[in-house]
């Protein structure tokens, strides 16, 4: 997989002490903070949209509920049987 440049602005003296603590490699701080913060939004996302399917799932449990003296087959049956 290839990759892209991005920048961002910091402040001047946040610059000048990153300038100044030479033997750390920001580049790759950066990309593990954003792969970090990707990650967590992406687990984030995940929960949300798994308590979404269950709510959802409880809804249709809700919504298929038996109805006494009903019969679904007899039903289509007399549908059918109109047309």
Do not use: P, Y
């Amino acid at each position: 997989m290839g990759s892209v440049v991005v920048s961002f602005r910091i402040d001047e003296k946040l610059k000048h002490k990153m300038d100044q603590l030479k033997h750390i490699n920001w580049s790759e701080i950066v990309r593990k903070a954003i792969a970090e913060t990707v990650a967590e939004e992406e687990a984030r996302k995940t929960r949300k949209d798994l308590r979404r399917i269950k709510l959802a799932a409880l809804m249709c449990q809700e919504l298929t509920r038996r109805i006494q003296g009903w019969n679904s087959t007899e039903e289509i049956r007399r549908w059918r049987e109109k047309r």
